[in-house]
């Protein structure tokens, strides 16, 4: 097991925290003190684990995962070079913020590690958990305290609005409304995390079809068909593959809002939505569930429809 150097505390530190909580695979993390200036929890999908990294930029899966449900202590926070924003959870992993939800500094972490024992010297038995959030003394006042967490905040707010203008298109129809097409990205991102189930109609679950159906009814007002096949019917033709010589669909040419088809136009039977920056939304399969991914020659779309 790799062994994890442990965060030094100042004599000043205003929480201390028992930072590596659960994980999904065999190999356990050790736990890492620091002082915690947000928490999180997991929202990725039911049963399974996000990954976590050696860094925020271009780092390497560590081999185990965050269990999701569980619930993290966040030590720094940054924003990696396209834009997304990022979560230290130990002394060298990191998260991707966009799978967790903030919750309350008071909400202790949890973990599935086996409690440890130890016999104190006047012979009392004292359980000591992983994830357990201590008190610990400190001469900072409150004002102190106070503005660390608001200078926290302010960082993660900065990134947030920094990837929400990248994740759309500059180039915008003069026909399209700019105020239906970032409401469509907004409900699809919110969907990111939840389960795929075929024939499942939302807003729990979502095939990929019905996740289209359902962003835009309740983003845009836009009543599309339910299935693939009739949605690809729906639209203007941006891009076709057998019209464009085999070249893979550019960015360049996408707008917010396009739906990206997989498979003939006769016979497609993936869809997704394009929210920009090179990304789209889907949901993929019952493994990954609904999720946010970015576009790659291997596996591009064969058809683009514009509906707004």
Request: one cysteine or more.
């Amino acid at each position: 097991m790799t062994k994890h150097k442990l965060f030094k505390l100042g004599a000043a530190a205003a929480l201390t925290v028992t930072g590596v909580s659960a994980i999904t695979s065999l190999k356990t993390a050790r736990a890492a003190n620091f002082t915690a200036i947000k928490r999180v929890k997991i929202n990725y999908l039911p049963g399974k684990g996000l990954n976590i990294w050696t860094n925020y930029n271009k780092g390497k899966f560590m081999g185990y995962r965050a269990k999701d449900g569980t619930i993290w202590n966040v030590a720094e926070t940054a924003v990696d070079k396209k834009g997304n924003l990022w979560y230290k959870v130990g002394t060298r992993e990191w998260i991707e913020a966009r799978y967790t939800v903030d919750v309350g500094m008071d909400t202790p972490a949890s973990t599935n590690a086996k409690t440890k024992k130890s016999t104190a010297k006047n012979g009392v038995n004292n359980v000591i958990s992983l994830g357990t959030v201590t008190k610990k003394s400190t001469k900072k006042s409150k004002a102190t305290k106070a503005a660390k967490v608001k200078k926290a905040k302010q960082i993660v707010d900065a990134a947030v609005k920094k990837t929400s203008k990248k994740s759309t298109t500059k180039k915008v129809a003069s026909t399209q409304a700019p105020s239906k097409a970032g409401a469509i990205v907004a409900l699809a991102k919110q969907q990111v995390g939840k389960p795929y189930a075929w024939g499942a109609n939302g807003p729990d679950s979502f095939d990929c079809s019905s996740l289209v159906q359902y962003v835009f009814k309740n983003a845009a007002g836009m009543n599309l068909p339910r299935t693939t096949y009739d949605q690809v019917k729906v639209g203007q033709t941006v891009y076709q593959k057998s019209q464009a010589n085999g070249q893979p669909v550019s960015a360049n040419n996408l707008q917010v809002g396009d739906l990206l088809f997989w498979g003939s136009e006769s016979s497609p039977y993936h869809v997704a939505i394009y929210i920009g920056n090179n990304q789209y939304v889907n949901a993929a399969t019952p493994e990954q569930g609904t999720i946010l991914q970015t576009m790659t020659s291997y596996f591009a779309p064969t058809i683009v429809k514009r509906v707004l």
